[in-house]
């Protein structure tokens, strides 16, 4: 085996971790390969002209239009390997979009009312909590019905849509929270309004 010093790490390696350089002495390049990989790694680069963008982007668009899956399944893993910079490009897109961004989100609302109505739930209880710390999500809430096999915990009714009720209600100091929770009919939630169990009972 032959070695010899790589000019830019120092160390001493095998001939084969060298490129091949016709015109150098010994037929082998100055860096080892290691050193070329770094080295195009780290380079500073000039930034792209507007036409190179634009070039590269149309071709991006095409490729996109022609395989919209496989497209998206290479972009979701792209991101998966760069999150710091992935994030930084959305919120790059964000601040010059603002008006695209929010008419998307508009749109999207819009054809998602559930979604929609869950989060203004979700966002005005929290709010009538007094912010706290709350542990109520979609996840939590669907494995509460489910418990109660989608019925009203106090008339055991299965109603089309079942309401949160919160059984200390948030008025009297109730928490936005789990334990706090039971899934009711909309007539037993009203019903009961912000009463307290044994108040609502009794009357
Ligand atoms: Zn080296
Ligand atoms: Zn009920």
């Known amino acids: 085996m032959t070695a ?22 010994d037929g082998r390049g100055r860096w080892c390969r290691a050193c070329h990989k770094t080295y195009a790694a780290e380079r500073p680069r000039p930034p792209l002209s507007e036409d190179k963008r634009k070039h590269y982007r149309a071709r991006a668009r095409a490729a996109y ?50 979604y929609n109505r869950a989060q203004t739930r979700d966002h005005n209880h929290r709010k009538r909590a007094g912010g706290l710390p709350s542990d109520v999500n979609r996840q939590s809430w669907e494995v509460l019905v489910v418990e109660w096999n989608g019925r009203c915990a106090y008339c055991g009714i299965r109603p089309e849509r079942i309401t949160q009720d919160h059984v200390v209600p948030l008025a009297r100091g109730g ?29």
Do not use: M
Not at 66 to 81: C, N, T, V
Not at 97 to 104: D, G, I, K, N, S
Not at 185 to 197: D, P
């Open 4 to 25: 010899k010093r790589c000019a830019r790490c120092g160390f001493v390696l095998d001939i084969e971790l060298f490129n091949r350089e016709a015109a150098s002495k």
């Open 175 to 203: 928490s936005h929270t789990i334990a706090n929770l039971r899934p009711a009919c909309q007539r037993c939630n009203s019903s009961k309004g912000t009463k307290l169990l044994a108040e609502w009972i009794a009357c």
């Open 65 to 114: 239009a022609a395989d919209p899956d496989s497209r998206r399944s290479y972009i979701y893993a792209w991101r998966e390997s760069r999150p710091g910079y992935a994030l930084a490009v959305d919120r790059k897109y964000r601040t010059n979009h603002v008006e695209e961004c929010r008419e998307r989100r508009r749109a999207w609302q819009k054809s998602h009312p559930e």
